[in-house]
């Protein structure tokens, strides 16, 4: 098992959380005033971390949020789906981060983001975050996260204390178009890649985070950097897990009409953190994973199909499955 069990601590996310707002017409961007829907609670680590809490699970997050209705829309829902936010701080001043999406014709996406002036950027290294990553037994990073020079504060602390007591790290590129990496920041990206045990990329951010081009050889180079498991995410073309033994899975995709793709691959990940630490192997972790990400397509909000483990089970057993 490249992952820490789950009897050594919770897993815990670092990061940006917000609320989300959809508008609820087709088209490029937020040019004229449109009809919008929301707001949802959202933000990567929040989706993925969510999730994890609704497979059982322990986790935390650690982050913040204003006071103000928005952020409360987050903590409720976190702490509904068994999130450990003791070291989510409250800042009196800035208000929740926020993310505005509108859907253009191809299926593409364009945000409109405010993290760096909202509370989803105020928070730091608290002796409630200390009394956290003390007892944490998995750490997961967001590429999006290593934006935010808080975050990177608390993470670039965080991965030696939960690595010496014998915990793991897992990493998602995560990385947008609007997100901007100055060198810096990929350099750092770079070393947490390294350090993982498990890599959950999407597309492109193989090769990314492998500087190599072709999958066969971004797969072998990291490998042999140590990452122990590769888990690629596919989307509608499913998933395959490649491990440091030469082993491959390959999981055939679930069969659904799409709603909205925003926290797919978020909840995926959740679901296959949350999968092998609580010790299930790698076939049953990909379904888990794949049918968390399919069935979270199906529901309008980009955590609001997150699903528990007897949820998942429903959802295998009566959607279709194939290429």
């Known amino acids: 098992m490249p992952l820490s069990a789950a009897t050594l601590g919770p897993t815990v996310t670092v990061g940006e959380i917000l609320v989300e707002i959809m508008a609820t017409t087709v088209g490029p961007g937020f040019l004229a005033a449109q009809p919008l829907t929301g707001p949802y609670p959202s933000g990567a680590p929040a989706i ?31 702490q509904r789906d068994g999130v450990d936010i003791s070291a989510v701080a409250i800042d009196p001043a800035f208000p929740t981060g926020s993310a505005f999406v509108r859907y253009r014709d191809d299926g593409t996406r364009d945000f409109v983001f405010n993290i760096a002036t909202s509370a989803a950027a105020r928070f ?8 956290l990553i003390a007892s944490a037994g998995h750490l997961h990073v967001m590429g999006s ?28 590129p995560n990385l947008r178009k609007e997100l901007q990496l100055a060198p ?24 990314r985070a492998a500087g190599i081009d072709g999958e066969a050889a971004a797969v072998a180079r990291l490998l042999g950097m140590g990452v122990e498991e590769i888990v690629l995410k596919r989307g509608a073309q499913g998933a395959t897990c490649f491990g440091r033994d030469g082993s491959r899975v390959d999981a055939a995709p679930f069969r659904v009409s799409e709603i909205d793709p925003t926290g797919a691959g978020d909840c995926f990940g959740g679901a296959y953190v949350a999968s092998r630490r609580l010790g299930l192997p790698v076939e049953q972790a990909l379904t888990y994973a794949c049918a968390a990400g399919a069935r979270n397509v199906t529901f309008r909000g980009p955590m609001e199909g997150a699903g528990t483990r007897a949820e998942l089970d429903g959802f295998n057993a009566s959607t279709p499955r194939g290429f």
């Open 48 to 78: 993925f971390i969510d999730q994890c809490g609704r497979m059982g699970c322990p986790s935390a997050m650690i982050g913040a949020v204003g006071s103000d209705d928005f952020g409360r829309v987050n903590l409720n829902r976190l």
């Open 124 to 131: 730091g290294w608290t002796d409630r975050v200390q009394h």
């Open 145 to 172: 996260a290593l934006t935010m020079p808080s975050a990177c504060e608390v993470i670039d602390q965080a991965v030696g204390i939960v690595k010496a007591r014998g915990g793991s790290l897992s990493v998602d």
């Open 184 to 207: 810096q920041i990929e350099a750092r990206f770079a070393r947490l890649v390294a350090q993982a045990d498990l890599l959950l990329p999407s597309g492109d951010e193989l090769e």
